[in-house]
């Protein structure tokens, strides 16, 4: 009987190895419009120019399939304005992307992003011409949290299924 050589015992594991489990890896990594489901707290800063500096926090919803609904408290140059919005996605398969919100009775901002840690959160800039505003978006709490953030009697804006704002 022949016995097999150290060497061919390597190159045969190390063969299996990239055919079998690199792909399945590169796989995971491919990103779609159903790699954005879920609400996420996010908080924005930056500067729009001719109107100074703005910071922002709020909650967005994604639905999975290019829709998002969401709110905002935004400061703009110290003034204070609670905005609900509405808009599109788009994911590429290389975990990057681009969206739409259009804020009621306000602007309609474009933003490109990269989705991040395993899809818990997601890193944005606005394209839109004097615009200086980054955001980084974390993903909320699970259901099985949520009973310690009671959202019964809070106003519409401030609850977390966002899903029910009529933008």
């Known amino acids: 009987m022949k016995r097999i050589s150290t060497p061919i ?9 990239v055919l079998v489990i690199v792909p399945k ?7 779609s419009n159903a790699s954005l489901q879920g609400s ?40 204070i304005a609670r905005m609900n919005f509405g808009g599109t996605y788009k994911v590429n398969s290389d975990c990057t992307g681009s ?3 259009n804020f009621q009775g306000g602007p309609t901002i474009h933003r490109d992003f990269v989705i991040v840690d395993e ?14 505003v980054t955001a980084v978006a974390k993903r909320k709490t699970t ?4 009973g310690r953030f009671s959202t019964a009697n809070e106003p519409l804006h401030r609850r977390a299924n966002c899903r029910a704002l009529d933008v």
């Open 143 to 146: 259901p099985s949290d949520a």
């Open 9 to 17: 015992v390597l190159i045969m594991i190390l063969a299996l190895f």
């Open 25 to 31: 890896v590169q796989a995971a990594e491919e990103c």
């Open 99 to 101: 969206d739409t919100e």
């Open 119 to 132: 899809g818990r959160e997601i890193r944005f800039i606005v394209t839109d011409s004097g615009n200086a």
């Open 40 to 79: 996420f707290g996010v908080t924005s800063t930056g500067t729009i120019v001719g109107v100074g500096p703005l910071a922002a926090v709020g909650v967005v919803t994604f639905d999975g399939q290019g829709n998002h609904v969401g709110f905002d408290t935004i400061s703009f140059n110290g003034s």
